[in-house]
């Protein structure tokens, strides 16, 4: 029998943990620095390439992503000895797909033909919004129009480009939202990322709407009618939802985070970067410090080898599997959960989510249902807690 | 030890809010008792529940030195008591250990019911009473006036009450130059046979079962093998102390004195309070007379909810229940819910309390049944059962009629209020036995039923007055009434921790009022939840909650893996908990919000 990564291929995160500013909404680990030492960075980067490499040898790369963070703020050279060191310690699949997080800033957009000459052949750009008050609050540092041409220079230098927004923003009425999806959807090219606005503990807007100052936001009802309405309209524009969040033309579905959902090994590499490797059989996590400072330290002093490295629990791997596996439309291979032996009682929960038409089974797959993934977190409880 | 005529004990007591716990800070620090760096604003309320509420629950007692004008120097044990009228055992019980009170009254808004309450017992405990007006530093205050009420609505002489201001210190010298001057000392014999009042007792983790005592003759020391009269129980007394407010070991303790002791007591069950302690050798020849018992008002079932706490949860009601004379229990089965509790209480808040105070201080997760009221149950073959727990509710083609308790409550409010009250009483099938002014303000009596009062009545009154009210009560026997049990069945089943007694006339309005609320209670679920009201069968009252439309985590990708199986993981440990009714989850909070009403 296969490993269970292997259906689902490999993936190399890479995580900068810089910033221009802080976005009030956002809890990724990120950071506004005075100063970044690009080839300090770079340097300990390709170390931990090694490292990596070394604990999993041998294999092919099917994707690798520079995650952020803003890594359009890395130096294309930085972006380019990585890729390099990447290719000299494995093999890389000849069509591999290889992504870069860009913010829509001018200053950003002049490094794209950089990138691409690097080897990036996708970006993924934080549009957010496309109207100016709303991007002001949430708190970004370009304007609409900005954005937008620096989608333009990104469409003439990469092969594969997709954008982000977020909506369910404050005072967003259906109606709005409608609009500027529709917008949204003539620009797009072939693939774009939807997200409900999530208020995260920790952050501005977590602190604020705490303190009942952030008004405006929806409620259920409401937010439900918009994911609803974000679904009839990217499928009618032939973008439909392949994931919860996550809308593509058929084939260009992004394959690097179709391993995150499909339990696929990804080497997580950089600060506070996670990871999934297959070793021995055995499914390990790894996780390294978040700290950028604490990171770069420990990767000089060449502690990377204490970074920990932990067995995740047979359990675990089922409860991941169908977490991740489930957010997807086509949701997961039953072969591979029976693989991952469910017992009596996960399966008689299943068999009623199929009953009451949360879940569905057809060709050998479990898949959530159109009823059942707006309340995917619900239908996990019941199939798992 | 300290001889009689140097000792001065009283408690304060006041309506809720008056200032007790106030001034007992100032009284402890003018005296020197604690260190002004260890002081803290009402430092004897050191619960977290007292502390979160700012109120005085349990009684404190502490033990202070003053060196009076006279030249000589007075120990002072002082009893801080409980304001709200469900903790009105703890006062009573109080007072018996003491020869005095001080009667606080807030002087911006003068006499309260349970200033009234309180004063006659004080006067049932034949105190002496020095009244004292606090909070003259607000600008509202009215001293004079406030004097007058005292001799008009209570009746005691009030033209040297002492006018202070527990907040900044003012007057607190002349509080404890009348403390020994207008308090009488205690009486005693040192030389005759011991007799002590075990006035409270509590569960300390490092200490065992720790007694609080008042001598009353002979004395008590270190080593001493005593018995409790009424128990039975013998014990070797290990340690001796006074509360200041630390515990501070002392050798012995004569008449007059109040203090704690620890005997390695392993049963819970031995201490009761009002039961006399003597010396087994030399035993004394009658009791005291003991401690009327409190009786429960309201009662409801607490299930723990982890089956497998139930052990835990007895342990932690007996330990209570030793803290607090005034809570009973007794085991009962339910089939939803399995082994838990039928608990008594005297009202709600102390429901509340005893409730979180389980659930903190010994960390076990509660189910809560509605609460109720005992009612009455007049059997067609003569026979008389009493209904705890409306679940228990017999076939009514054996009942003959039903009885339900009654209260007489005396309500003060300022004129403008009056009308809403009367509506408020009427609403609640009151019956009106007097009303009389007071100046501006009415005293209303009432006769009402126990259930309409007991579990929002007091909410509802300060609301509808904007908190000018006060509000005291009295048990007044029992009634017929057309009483029915009304079931509330959610997702089609009938959920019995939610069936409660009611009257005919007002079924339908409570049923609506219930459903409404467990709709807003009760979280969504991925499937829509009828809720209804039925009595004996017949759907009196109905409300639908929807299903879940939304809950999906926006964005998960490689890094969010390990912290939301993390959090799947708390829900699986939160669920195997949870209990659930058919295949719905109701909350805790759930049982006893949902029976309070908003008119
Ligand atoms: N302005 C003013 N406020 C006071 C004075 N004495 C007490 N207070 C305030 O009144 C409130 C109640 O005081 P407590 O001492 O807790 O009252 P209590 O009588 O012990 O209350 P319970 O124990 O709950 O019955 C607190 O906010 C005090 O700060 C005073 O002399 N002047
Ligand atoms: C790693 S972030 C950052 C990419 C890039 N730095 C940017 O901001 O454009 C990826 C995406 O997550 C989304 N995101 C971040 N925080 C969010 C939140 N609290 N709620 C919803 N979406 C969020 C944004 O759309 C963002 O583009
Ligand atoms: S949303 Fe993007 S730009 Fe904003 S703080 Fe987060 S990672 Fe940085
Ligand atoms: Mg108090």
Redesign the pocket.
């Known amino acids: 029998m296969p490993e269970l990564w292997q259906e689902a291929g490999f993936g190399i995160y890479l995580h900068w943990p810089f910033c221009a500013a802080k976005c009030p909404y956002c809890d990724f680990n990120s950071h506004v620095a005075a100063e970044i030492d690009q080839d300090r960075w770079a340097r300990a980067y390709l170390a931990e390439v090694d490292r990596v490499a070394a604990l999993v040898p041998g294999r092919r790369v099917d994707t690798v992503f520079f995650g952020g963070g803003t890594p359009s703020l890395m130096a294309p050279r930085v972006v380019a000895s990585v890729l390099e060191r990447i290719a000299a310690r494995w093999s890389v699949a000849e069509a591999a797909e290889i992504t870069l997080e860009a913010n829509p800033t001018s200053v950003e957009a002049e490094r794209f033909r950089g990138y691409a000459s690097a080897g990036v052949n996708r970006v993924s750009m934080g549009i957010q919004a496309l109207n100016d008050a709303d991007l002001k609050r949430l708190g970004r540092l370009h304007s609409a129009a900005e954005a937008l041409a620096a989608f333009d220079v990104a469409r003439a230098a990469f092969g594969r480009v997709s954008f982000d927004l977020i909506y369910a923003r404050q005072d967003q009425g259906l109606a709005d939202w409608e609009a500027e999806l529709g917008r949204a959807l003539e620009l797009a090219a072939d693939h774009l990322s939807l997200y409900q606005l999530t208020i995260e503990d920790g952050t501005a807007f977590g602190d604020r709407f705490r303190r009942g100052r952030l008004p405006g936001l929806p409620d259920e009802d409401r937010a439900a009618d918009l994911y609803a309405a974000t679904q009839e309209m990217t499928a009618a524009a032939g973008l439909p939802a392949y994931e919860i969040s996550n809308h593509a033309r058929p084939g260009a579905e992004a394959r690097h985070n179709l391993i995150y959902w499909e339990s696929g090994d990804y080497a997580g590499i950089g600060p506070g970067a996670h990871g999934r490797l297959t070793l021995d059989g055995v499914r390990m996590a790894t996780e390294t410090p978040r700290a950028p400072g604490a990171w770069l330290d420990a990767v000089e002093r060449g502690a990377g080898g204490s970074f920990p490295v932990e067995t995740v629990p047979g359990e675990a791997v089922l409860d991941e599997f169908l977490m991740m596996g489930l957010r997807v439309r086509d949701g997961v291979s039953l072969s591979r959960l029976a693989g991952l032996a469910p017992n009596e009682e996960i399966l008689s929960n299943i068999n009623e989510l199929v009953e009451s038409g949360h879940l569905e089974q057809r060709d050998g797959r479990l898949a959530a249902t159109e009823l059942g993934r707006p309340v995917l977190n619900a239908v996990l409880r019941a199939i798992l807690a | 030890m300290t001889d009689l005529a140097h000792i001065r004990n009283f408690s304060i007591v006041?309506h809720?809010?008056?200032?007790?716990?106030?001034?007992a800070d100032r009284l402890i620090q003018l005296t020197g008792t604690v260190a002004e760096r260890d002081m803290k604003?009402?430092m004897l309320?050191s619960m977290d529940i007292e502390r979160e509420r700012?109120?005085?629950i349990k009684a404190n007692t502490v033990r202070i030195e003053y060196p009076a004008k006279d030249g000589q120097t007075y120990v002072l044990n002082l009893i801080?008591t409980?304001?709200?009228v469900d903790f009105a055992y703890e006062v009573s019980r109080s007072m018996r250990a003491v020869e005095g009170s001080l009667l606080?009254v807030d002087a911006s808004q003068g006499v309260e019911a349970q200033t009234l309450a309180n004063v006659y017992q004080a006067i049932d405990a034949d105190h002496d009473i020095v009244p004292v007006l606090?909070?003259?530093?607000?600008p509202a205050a009215e001293p004079a006036r406030v004097k007058e009420q005292i001799e008009d609505v209570i009746g005691i002489e009030a033209h040297d009450a002492i006018e202070?201001?527990?907040?900044?210190g003012l007057g607190i010298p002349d509080v404890l130059e009348a403390i020994v001057t207008r308090l009488p000392a205690p009486k005693g014999d040192r030389n005759a046979p011991l007799k002590a009042m075990l006035v409270d007792s509590w569960y300390d983790p490092y200490l065992g079962v720790v007694v609080m005592i008042r001598v009353i003759d002979g004395v008590i020391r270190k080593g001493d093998q005593v018995k409790m009269m009424q128990t039975g129980a013998r014990y070797g007394i290990d340690r001796l102390a006074v509360l200041r407010p630390a515990m501070t070991d002392i050798a012995e303790l004569g008449p007059g004195e109040i203090g704690v002791l620890t005997a390695s007591i392993k049963q819970v069950r031995d201490t009761r309070v009002g039961d006399t302690i003597t010396h087994e050798r030399k035993p004394c020849e009658t009791p005291l007379p003991g401690f009327k018992p409190s009786i429960p008002v309201v009662f409801c079932g607490l299930f723990p909810a982890d089956a497998n706490d139930f052990e835990d949860l007895r342990d932690a009601i007996e330990k209570l229940a030793l803290n607090d004379a005034s809570f009973t229990y007794e085991m009962e089965t339910s089939a939803a819910l399995g082994f838990g509790f039928r608990c008594g209480f005297l009202g709600l808040l102390h429901l509340e309390v005893i409730r979180d105070r389980i659930e903190r201080e010994y960390d076990i997760d509660l189910i809560t049944t509605a609460p109720s009221v005992v009612y009455k149950i007049h059997m067609k073959d003569g026979e008389t059962r009493e209904l705890h727990n409306p679940a228990d509710m017999p076939d009514l083609t054996y009942v003959d009629h039903i009885e339900e308790p009654r209260i007489k409550a005396t309500i003060l409010v300022p004129d403008d209020y009056l009308g809403d009250v009367l509506k408020l009483c009427q609403d609640r099938r009151g019956i009106q036995l007097d009303l009389t002014y007071a100046g501006s303000r009415a005293m209303v009596v009432y006769d009402l039923p126990l259930n309409e009062v007991v579990f929002d009545f007091y909410d509802r009154l300060k609301s509808v007055t904007k908190g000018y009210a006060s509000f005291d009560y009295q048990m007044a026997g029992y009634r017929e009434d057309k009483l029915v049990k009304m079931q509330i069945l959610v997702n089609d089943e009938p959920v019995d921790a939610l069936s409660m007694m009611v009257h005919r006339d007002r079924a339908e309005m409570r049923g609506r009022a219930m459903c409404e609320k467990l709709k807003d209670l009760i979280p969504r679920h991925m499937f829509k939840i009828p809720i209804q009201a039925a009595i004996g069968g017949k759907v009196i009252a109905r409300e639908t909650l929807s299903a879940l439309r939304k809950d999906v985590t926006a964005k998960c990708y490689g890094g969010d893996a390990t912290r939301k199986r993390k959090l799947l993981d708390k829900q699986k440990a939160g669920k195997k908990k949870m209990r659930q009714f058919g295949k719905v989850e109701i909350p805790q909070e759930a049982f006893i919000s949902a029976l309070k009403m908003d008119s």
Not at chain 2, 134 to 138: M, Q, V
Not at chain 2, 164 to 168: V, W, Y
């Open positions: 006041a809720i809010d008056h200032g007790k716990s106030t001034l604003e009402q309320d700012g109120i005085t801080d409980p304001g709200h606080v606090n909070k003259i530093d607000l202070i201001s527990a907040k900044t």
